[in-house]
């Protein structure tokens, strides 16, 4: 294919992903969402299948199971509440759940580490050793804050890979932060936030295949309808912006005096070791960093707030 040719249908595979990912446990139709890109179904079929490496169809099989593996590790709901979550029911949640990871949910909930997980930690404690400093104290619950926050719109982008994705986001961010950082000066908003993750489950999704973004984040209030607006008319399409929808909710947000590279690694460690210990657990599988400056940052784990 002409290369022009291979940026047009790798933007029309991300939109496809952005409309799994913004709808996540609903029924997704295939015709709907080729109807959405302006294409024929079986030229969809055959397009993301030969940039994606697995069908449309099979992505998100792969990506709700994943997200159903993250809900295991990482809350407290039960595996009918999780079946649920993924659009499952309790008894095709199991059987597609084994079928994917040779372990019952049951079982997988009580796995020490995972064989991913320890690739992508060694991968990026590779990549941001030179950005790492002494997390001592840095990293401690009583250092949270316990926050609410409102429905969101994010507008992203889904940042180049080529298989190694931390090493593209360490490479990339700045490039797209300038661009959002743009929008954010030329538009009158409020309470926005610029942040970066991952769309997929840590650390459940294969490390090559991980997609990693970093967008504008902007509360859904009447204060921002224009601000919304003016992003939709002026900025999504020159910019290849993507949205989704972030739901509002309980979240611990955590300050650090380090750059996101420095930030990313122990960050997961630390939600992962206090969600396995039982400190405090994870309301859905996204975690974010919201880029307060070059050498500090925000993170926000949504978590389940216990009521007495």
Partial sequence: MKSTTIQLWNRKIQE??????????????????????????DIFSHKFTELHGESYKQFVK?????????YLRHSDYSISQISELCG?????????????????????RDIPILHNEVHTLERT??????????????????????????????????LPSSNDPVHSLVAYMTTYT????AIKASVPMSGAMIITGTLDVVPVTNYSRMMMYVGLLLPNTTDNDIAHLHIKLAFQEPFGLLTRRIPGGDYKKLPVPMSFAAAGLPMYQFINNNCRAGHFK??????????????????YIPWMKRTL
């Fill in 125 to 158: 404690n590779i990549i941001t050793a030179a950005h790492q400093k002494n997390m001592e104290n840095i990293f401690t619950v009583d250092r949270t804050e316990n926050v609410r926050l409102p429905n969101y719109a994010l507008y992203y982008n889904i």
């Fill in 62 to 70: 792969r990506s709700r199971l994943e997200a159903g593996a993250g």
């Fill in 282 to 299: 994870m309301s859905s599988n996204h975690f974010f960093i919201s880029l307060t400056g070059m050498n500090d940052c925000e993170i």
């Fill in 178 to 181: 300038y661009q959002l950082q």
């Fill in 88 to 108: 499952y029911t309790n008894s095709s949640f199991s059987k597609a759940f084994r079928a994917m990871f040779h372990n019952s949910p049951v079982a997988f």
């Fill in 16 to 41: 496809a992903v952005a409309i799994a990912h913004d709808a996540p446990f609903n029924d997704i139709d295939l015709k709907k969402v080729a109807d959405q890109l302006c294409v024929s179904v």
